[in-house]
Nanobody, 115 residues
């Protein structure tokens, strides 16, 4: 059974930083594009950042310059470094693995940005 397990969420003040991690198992991690999505209360799930098999990245406009996605194929992990956090970044953050018609999701980790 494919597993994606997110960690690193929590409560942080505006302007603070968090680093999310996603541990993947039971699939060939290095051959999948990896992404972070988020879903705020009452809103649709949205793409935050993605990293391709070759390492190229793309970001939602709302997080460009503040968030950085990275992957470690040796450890089967993907990360999201989040800096200069804003209250509007509050959401459940989900890890996603995608290849062709396959999509795997983690259960999410809650990030709350509040003073």
């Amino acid at each position: 059974q494919v597993q994606l397990v997110e960690s690193g969420g929590g409560l942080v003040q505006p302007g603070g930083s968090l680093r999310l991690s996603c541990a993947a198992s039971r699939f060939t991690f290095s051959t999948f594009a990896m992404s972070w999505y988020r879903q705020a209360p009452g809103k649709e799930r949205e793409l935050v950042a993605a990293i391709a098999v070759g390492g190229s990245t793309n970001y939602a406009d709302s997080v460009k310059g503040r968030f950085t996605i990275s992957r470690d194929n040796a450890k089967n992990m993907v990360f999201l470094q989040m800096n200069s956090l804003k209250p509007e970044d509050t959401a459940v953050y989900y890890c996603n693995a995608h290849r062709n018609f396959m999509d795997y999701w983690g259960k999410g980790t809650l990030v709350t940005v509040s003073s």
